[in-house]
């Protein structure tokens, strides 16, 4: 008896210490939310299909690549570095800039899509038959994610379920507005749906053309600052071909200066980015 009572608080001290001790805990908070944000930029970016893990992993790879590369070209580490640091980048640089152009494509969209809706509901069908009518008559970039509300809908019958798998598809700030204005619209009831979704279109085209405008206005802010920092690095890529002159960089003065260089570069294009740039609208409904 006195053996069973031991194994059993045996097993259980494993236990408590196993659920302290686990891969899922051990593993460093920055690893879990480097993949929350990449699943948010690959989700922002329409990109399906490709897993945090392995988005990483293109990033690392492209990084090797591009050291291997420079650093045969230049026989000097610092810039092959530096050069892998920067080419690591380049998958994320690319997945922020199509995530930014399918934002604008969509904030231009979104009122016609509450259009659609409004003139489906004055017809006479349910909010979720005209959800659902989007993805056949609404604006092409956007039907897709409607064509597939519309047939989750229609095999489980739940209706914010729906919504929630229809805002993750989007992951649009404007459409999780536009869908949580739906929702409450939808579980509140009454007769005031054509007048908020009317409101709404307003309020949506008003925005639209007021950061279109503002946008236009700051663009050469942020094309100069990105000139201005890829320049250098330009001219050190070119000078890589030149082994006499780039050897004077294979020593810890020169890695000293590549880094100080690179650190002052990054803090100067934040800044001017922070400058020059409208801040983004942000996921708060999610």
Known sequence: MGLLLGLVFGIGLLLVAWSFLSPQDAS???????????????????????????????????????????????????????????????????????????????????????????????????????????????????????????????????????????????????????????RIAREVGGGDLGRLLRSLSSFLRDDARTRSELEARQSWSVNGARVAVAAPWLVLGMLSFQGDVIQRYNSPVGALIIGVGAVVCVIAYRLMLRIGRLPEPERVLR
């Open 28 to 182: 460093p908070r920055g690893e879990g939310r480097l993949l929350r944000r990449s699943r948010e930029l690959l989700a922002s970016a329409g990109v399906e299909g490709v897993t945090p893990a392995a988005f990483i992993g293109a990033c690392v790879l492209t990084g090797l690549v591009a050291f291997i590369l420079m650093f045969v070209v230049s026989a000097a580490l610092p810039i092959g570095l530096v050069f892998g640091v920067m080419a690591g980048g380049v998958p994320v640089a690319l997945l922020k800039s199509r995530a930014r152009k399918r934002l604008a494509e969509f904030r231009e969209l979104w009122p016609d899509v509450v259009d659609n809706i409004a003139s489906a509901v004055r017809a006479g069908l349910s909010l979720s038959e005209a959800l659902a009518q989007v993805g056949e008559r609404g604006p092409l970039p956007l039907r897709d994610p409607f064509r597939r509300f519309g047939a989750d809908y229609a095999s489980t019958g739940r209706f914010a379920d729906s919504l929630d798998r229809l805002k993750a598809r989007l992951a649009d700030p404007v459409g999780d507005r536009v869908i949580e204005a739906l």
